[in-house]
């Protein structure tokens, strides 16, 4: 059975789309951190532990992630991007993007924003249009 985020990546589920490759994708996390707050995830693979994929699987991923982070970066007004991966909240390896203006934006356990829907495709075109231009 395909996870939620194999299901977002193949378009059954609508997202907003920061960025796609043949085998990655990148989208908004519905729930952010920081506005801008994306999720990587590789589109083949399931598995839900990032230590389970295949190297080439796992090199891939890192590389598109640094990618999307420096499009979110340029999209996004931030110090820095952080980077997490804990995987516990859904089973599919997926990487956390988060805009970064202290290190105590990337506190999990604070409440989550709440972005109304023009927002949020306002945030993912930014991201998308610099992916695109690197």
Request: hydrophobic share 45%; aromatic share 8%; charged share 25%.
């Amino acid at each position: 059975m395909a996870t939620i985020f194999t299901k977002i990546a193949q378009g059954e589920i609508p997202s907003y789309k920061c960025a796609e490759s043949e085998d990655f994708y990148a989208f908004l996390d519905i729930s952010p951190l920081a506005a801008g707050h994306t999720l990587v995830i590789p589109k083949k693979v399931e598995d839900d532990y990032i230590f389970h994929l295949d190297a080439a699987t796992y090199e891939g991923l890192w590389a598109f992630a640094r990618k999307v982070a420096v499009a979110l970066k340029e999209a996004v007004p931030c110090k820095r991007v952080g980077v997490a991966v804990l995987g516990m909240e859904v089973p599919h390896t997926h990487i956390h993007l988060v805009p970064l203006q202290t290190e105590g934006d990337m506190d999990f356990r604070k409440p989550k924003l709440q972005l109304e829907p023009a927002q949020m495709q306002e945030i993912a075109n930014k991201i998308l249009a610099a992916y695109e231009k690197l």
